[in-house]
């Protein structure tokens, strides 16, 4: 077999086109979240039904699973493209068969109802308004896990799909193994650590200049804001991409808080690094994506984070941040706001929380999930539900549904395993980054000066270049040679945090 | 037959599927025009092509014939939603089987290659860069009129595309006769009548509030931007809408002169008016268009001419168009601003002209496109015979091509009959105008108090509300009791004229 072969360019030939309709469908996904007026809805839900079903009936195609098959057998060496090609087009065209076209029709009639239930809950701030619709997306999400692996556990498969080759089992215990070091570090922080003044986030920062900062930022990681990429506004701050030269993030901003729209954009773009390192070679075919949602979130915390939340970045950045808000930081030293901005404190919402508590967020969400699918939990006692684990982990009750269960866009349109992403996200990246590190030691120093083209071309060459070519798990071993570890991510924090807050740990 | 049966309510879903790809495809266009980042074009030019075959496959589909034929077997009143949906329903699947699905990807190809060459020639002012691009729209808009109608000549069955019904000696006749009364006119004016001076109009006009101004006129009309309705920025105005709920208008904006952007956006409301008038109960079927282009321009000019230069519209606006711009027309009367925005000059580009010289920017756009036709004209030669063009009907030459035949964006997509549906608008907006005077006296003067519902209700009623459902001669005549003539929008012209330049005629 060679890419030459006449079934090959077949098969490339019909997954190219699947893959454009795929971007089609994001791009009428962001233009719902972005610029749609609030009446194009019904329509935009029945626009994205067809196109959904008839995505489906592609990848399902009988006539591709015998391509595939055929080609399959071919197969000599199982390192190479087209071997990777058809091991992720072998699993997406099974998983496809396995679904009833009925399935993907109501599965993408509860996201969309999903979306615009959740938008409307949000304005009315009453969850009652989002519940029937969530009782929908829970039932289409456990059909889908039932359809596609009849005789496993639901959640197990939907996780499976976020996060190829990791179990349930695993996952539990790397929860586990991090909540059992957070929580003792949290109370660390709380009892012993020299407090944070964090008030001066706090005062009005004008919108408009609040979205330079983030532009300028995101420019300087090196997200293409000009000829490759966009930046918008939308209710959740999200990324999207419809191929590698046009990449799209969005955000929120708040008026009275620095940080919600600085590090959500800092976020974001790190997602959009990834999508535009996105070889042109791939982009139209199954590895032209991250191998998984971790492995995206890595990017996106990376620069949120172990970059955007550091000493050397704000060294750099926060004489600029002083020319763009000059009467709130004129008089503020780098090291209030370097502090500031690492504040650890128990928070209500997730995307606003600090690095220490932000994995409570991410297990909370993840208990809730399990109790949803063991029937332990109904989506009717969800909000209390929420309620109470927040006053357990995290010792605050949210005083409404927006700032407690409708907070996450996520489950308006899917349930099962949605946030685990973020937490894989976060162990992968600091394992990825203390990789990088030795190989190029004065990367960090180069954040001081501005030049984080040394990290950025290192995570091109390493993960953002070779897309979906690889299990998960075997790129991780590929680039550090290790399995998934927690280790590099607690060691980064207990480092971190002994900084900031001068903890005899 | 009933709208119950089976085999109807089948055709039913089928086309519905088709209008939504269609309307994906129309949200893909504005994307490109609006907001999508330069790096996007290539693969979204390819995503178009994935989409645009796969309507055409769908319209093409040898089952979809089947039941359209099965179906008109059974009509027996041909008045009806069902007979006329079968009606134009054979028509477009005819019209698709005759369509190699080669040729429908390199029509999208050329659309797609002609829009981002068009857009850099404009840039550069450099007509050398849209040249290859345009032989090959050209080459191919001629290869689509062969494979529909192989044995017509090629313009005429384009026209027909566009202008169902229309033979290409209508229009020349039609045209002809505008042209023996517009020329004689615009002579009598610039010789005889009360010169204008619309000096005032190229002051500095601060886009933002042009665009706030554009916004007011435009919703004051009828045109819902709140909830139903969009208005953004692109190089050259349009409308779309992706359901009668959704529609989105475009404008752009001349810091120096303000009637550019404000005239375009109540043309592009108009459009809109006509979208959103859409009935729900049509809108995924082939009734949820207008018949023709020219009835799709009536109801732009209507609004832009008919009503948004007039009198009794400025009586009302202008005090509102103070407030918004007090330095520039505080000291301005209204007569001096009325007769202004009705200044007749030869000028360069089509969608600022008056009312008078607009129709031979048409008249030598046509003439052009017919001499492509013949072949008496290569693209090559094409700037030069437009310059002549302008030289003999207008008596200026443009100085560059931006401001010459690089103007439009039609001819980046297709070259066909191209800009007809404009004058025919100009002639079917008059005559409907007259025809709702004539039923509801009291409209005119509601204007000068802001009151456009009743002409917008009467537009809603006997044009929007039937969509596509008759042959737009048999629309007009159904309407007006009348044949398309010139006589309503020559007498128009003419009372106006006399009107601003108080012409003795």
Tied chains: 1, 2.
Excluded: C
């Amino acid at each position: 077999m060679s890419t030459g072969s006449h079934d090959y360019d077949q098969l490339t030939q019909k997954v190219a086109e699947i893959r454009d309709l795929e971007r089609i469908a994001a791009l009428s996904y962001w233009d719902m979240q972005t610029y749609m007026p609030q009446g194009g809805h019904h329509a935009r839900a029945e626009q994205q039904d067809t196109l959904q079903v008839l995505i489906h009936e592609k990848m399902a195609d009988p006539q591709l699973g015998a391509l595939i098959d055929a080609l399959r057998e071919k197969i000599t060496d199982p390192d190479t493209i087209e071997a990777a090609t058809l091991h992720w087009l072998a699993r997406d065209h099974k998983e496809a068969t396995q679904m009833p076209p009925e399935l993907v029709r109501e599965k993408s009639q509860a996201a969309s109802n999903g979306m615009a239930t959740w938008l409307k809950a949000r304005e009315e701030n009453d969850f009652q308004i989002f519940l029937p619709a969530l009782k929908q997306i829970l039932k289409v999400s456990r059909a889908t896990a039932r359809a596609i692996k009849p005789d496993s556990d639901p959640l197990a498969t939907l996780l499976d799909q976020r996060e190829p080759g990791f179990s349930l089992g695993e996952i539990n215990q790397l929860f586990s193994q991090l909540r059992d070091f957070l929580v003792p570090l949290l109370n660390n922080i709380l009892h012993d650590g020299q407090p944070v003044d964090s008030g001066i986030l706090r005062e009005y920062y004008d919108p408009k200049v609040q979205w330079e900062a983030g532009f300028d930022a995101a420019k300087q990681i090196g997200f293409d804001l000009d000829k490759r990429g966009r930046k918008d506004i939308s209710v959740h701050p999200f990324t999207t991409a419809f191929s590698p030269d046009d990449v799209r993030i969005t955000t929120r901003l708040r008026n009275n808080y620095f940080p919600t729209a600085f590090f959500a954009t800092l976020h974001e773009a790190g997602h959009g690094t990834y999508e535009q390192g996105i070889p042109a070679s791939l982009a139209r075919s199954v590895l032209g994506n991250a191998p998984s949602g971790g492995f995206h979130e890595s990017q996106s915390r990376l620069w949120e984070n172990l970059v955007g939340r550091s000493r050397p970045f704000w060294n750099y950045f926060f004489p600029r941040l002083q020319q763009y808000f000059p009467n709130q930081l004129r008089d503020v030293s780098l090291e209030t706001f370097y502090r500031a901005v690492n504040d650890v404190k128990p928070s209500l919402i997730r995307v606003e929380a600090d690095e220490v508590t932000y994995n409570l967020h991410i297990i909370i969400r993840f208990e809730l999930e399990r109790d949803l699918f063991k029937e332990d939990l109904t989506p009717a006692d969800l909000p209390d539900a929420w309620n109470q684990k927040y006053e357990k982990y995290l010792g605050i009750t949210p005083p409404d549904p927006t700032q407690g269960v409708l907070q996450d866009i996520h489950w308006s349109s899917e349930i099962g395993a949605s946030f685990v992403s973020y937490t894989l996200g976060n162990m992968i990246s600091a394992q990825l980054f203390e990789q990088a590190r030795k190989v190029t030691p004065k990367m960090i120093e180069g954040f001081g000066q501005g030049d984080f083209s040394p990290l950025l071309e290192w995570m091109q060459e390493n993960v953002h270049a070779v897309g979906r070519r690889y299990e998960p798990k075997d790129l991780l071993k590929r680039i550090t040679g290790d399995t998934l570890r927690p280790e590099p991510f607690m060691h980064y924090l207990t480092d971190k945090m002994k900084d900031v807050y001068q903890l005899s740990i």
